[in-house]
């Protein structure tokens, strides 16, 4: 690793960040707070990485209201010095433009971002995974390795290894105010969900099982089980050659 500052009109680069030589960042890019950058990372133009998380601006926000002058302080120094956790982007990791990253979330090796992703604070990203194009995974979210991932993941959702979650996570919403603990559904190894399907609530999602495109669960189902409409409803379980195969790749990325 090398230590690089970039201070131009274009992008920035924290004094504070640690980047491979074999790197490669487009000059609009902005690596915020103690952040690493793994060797043969790709960084699309625009793309941020460790964003503040609320925390971090909730204490620049304090600092802006308490200083009658910033003095022509540049922009992104001032915010370079509130990002305090570490956001970690491993080895063969390509962001393609427009991706946010916030502070904290660690991104594992050879992961592919499409453009214009949001992935929040205190994410965990695994190996091989697949994030397409708009997603938005919001905070203290965990995907396993060699996933695909599109449509939303709402706070602390769980993916496991090889899954393909298509469709939208999203709280219940019981409480509906602000700062309030939802539940998060977790969806197993070698699940797949269908693109706009909803998975709503405290629900577990099976290891294996099968939810159609724009189904709506909002209970639990089994595993290698197969479930469509709205509200789901089961039409049958996964083939025996599809289970089995999915076996092997969720088996390959056991540590």
Not at 57 to 85: C, N
Not at 153 to 170: D, I, Q
Not at 209 to 236: E, L
Request: aromatic share 4%; net charge neutral; with cysteine.
């Amino acid at each position: 690793m090398e230590e690089l500052t970039t201070k131009n009109s274009l992008g920035f680069i924290s004094p504070r960040a640690m980047i491979a030589k074999s790197a490669l960042c487009a000059p609009t890019v902005r690596v915020y707070g103690p952040a690493t950058i793994g060797s043969s990372v790709v960084l699309g133009p625009n793309v941020i990485i460790g964003h503040p998380s609320p925390s971090e601006q909730t204490q620049l926000k304090s600092h802006l209201q308490s200083t009658r002058s910033m003095g022509g302080s540049p922009y992104d120094e001032i915010i370079d010095s509130f990002v305090i956790a570490e956001t970690v982007i491993e080895e063969g990791v390509v962001i393609r433009s427009g991706t946010i990253v916030y502070s904290g979330t660690r991104i594992a090796k050879n992961a592919d971002i499409a453009h214009a992703c949001l992935i929040r604070e205190n994410c965990r990203i695994g190996r091989d995974t697949l994030v397409v194009t708009g997603t938005q995974i919001m905070a203290a979210v965990v995907v396993g390795h060699g996933c695909r991932i599109a449509g939303t993941l709402c706070n602390r959702t769980r993916v496991g290894n090889c899954a393909s979650m298509l469709g939208h996570a999203m709280h219940r919403y019981k409480v509906g105010v602000p700062g309030h603990i939802e539940p998060a559904p977790n969806i197993g190894d070698g699940a797949t969900i269908g693109r706009e399907a909803a998975i709503v609530g405290n629900v577990e999602i099976g290891n294996f099982a099968i939810v159609g495109a724009g189904a709506v669960v909002t209970k639990s189902i089994p595993a290698s089980t197969i479930w469509i409409g709205n509200p789901a409803t089961q039409a049958g379980v996964r083939k025996l050659e599809e289970y089995q195969e999915l076996v092997r790749k969720v088996n390959s990325y056991e540590d």
